[in-house]
C-alpha cells in the first residue's frame, strides 16, 4: 500500500506529487492523458505561484510581468507587485517543468483512468491501486468531487465562461492587462518576446472573434496576428460543501473554485498542495478543509466581491474609473492577492 495516490495530473497533481516525495512519501500519480496537456488558462502566475514553483525546484521558463493594469474604453489604472515579478507562462511549458520534476523525483505517473473509489477506514482504492489517502486533483468539473457527493448545486448567477488563444505580437506593456467592457473580461498575459496570451471571461456563449470586436482597440492591436486555436472552459463556478471525505481529499479547481478574474488559480493549487500534504503526514486529513478555507480566503474575498460589482449594471461601469482614481487602494487589493 503506498501513502497517496493523486488522481490527475495538471499543475495541482503535480505540485501535490512533488510535495509529497520531497516529505518522504510514496507517491504515484494516476494520468490517463500525455502530456503536456494545455487548457483554457490566462497564464499569468503571480509572485505568489511564482515564488512556489522556486520553492519546489521547478525551473519554468516564461515572460516577467510586474503588475496589473486595469483598462476600459476612457480610463486606465496600474498597479505594480511590490514584491517580485510575476510570469506569464504557456500553460504547456508549465506542465512540462512540473513534470520534468517528478520525473527528477522518481514519482511514477500511470496511465490510468480513474473511476468508483472504494474507501475504508484505513485506506482507499481506485484503478487497482491501495493507498493510505487519495487526493483528487482531477480538474474544474471533478468526477471524484460529484461521486462522493460533495459538490453543490450552482447558487442561481448566471455562469461564466473563458476562452484563450496566443497572438504573435509583442507585448506592448510589463504588466497583465485587463480590459472591461460590457459584458465580459479580456485578459491579455506576455507570455514570451513575441507572443501574448489573450483570456476572455464573459457570461455570453459566443465565438472568441466575436467576444474580442467588444475591445476595438485591443482587436485592432491583434488584427490577424492569432496563432493558436481557441480554447473554452466553464462554468467557471464551482461550488464544493467540503474538501474532505473520508481519506479522500479535493486539491486545486476540484476544491472549488470562484472565477478567473483575479488570476489566481495556480497560485491556490500551490498553496493547497502544501496543505494537504502535510495534513497527510501528519495523519489528520481533517485538517485540510480549514487550512483551505485559510489560504484561499483571500481570494475568495475579493474575487466574489469583483463579481458582485460585474454584475450590476451601475456600478460595473466604475470599476476601472474608481482604480484609477484611488491608485493606492488598487494596489492595496493587487498586492494582497500578489
Known sequence: MIDLLVVGGGPAGLAT???????????????????????????????????????????????????????????????????????GVRRTELHAALSRRVAELGVPVRPLRVGALRQTSESVTAAGITARYLAAADGLHSPIRRGLGLGMRPDGRPAR???????????????????????????????????VGVAVLTCERVPFDEQLARFPRLAARLAGSAVTATRGAGPLRQRAGARVAGRTLLVGDAAGYVDALTGEGISMALASAAQLVRCVRTGRPQDYDRAWRGLSRNYRLLTSSLLWLRGHPRLAPRIVPTAARFPSLFAAAVNRLA
Open 17 to 87: 506529487a512533488i510535495h509529497a516525495a520531497r516529505a518522504g512519501l510514496d507517491v504515484v500519480v494516476a494520468e490517463p492523458r500525455p502530456g503536456p496537456v494545455d487548457k483554457a488558462c490566462g497564464e499569468g502566475l503571480m509572485p505568489t505561484a511564482v515564488s512556489a514553483l522556486a520553492h519546489l525546484s521547478v525551473a519554468v521558463e516564461g515572460h516577467p510581468f510586474r503588475g496589473i493594469r486595469y483598462v476600459d474604453a476612457h480610463h486606465e489604472a496600474e498597479a505594480h507587485f511590490r514584491t517580485h515579478p510575476g510570469l
Open 161 to 195: 465562461y473563458g476562452l484563450r488563444r496566443h497572438f504573435a505580437v509583442a507585448p506592448w506593456t510589463d504588466c497583465v492587462e485587463v480590459h472591461w467592457s460590457h459584458r465580459a473580461e479580456a485578459y491579455v498575459t506576455p507570455v514570451g518576446p513575441r507572443l
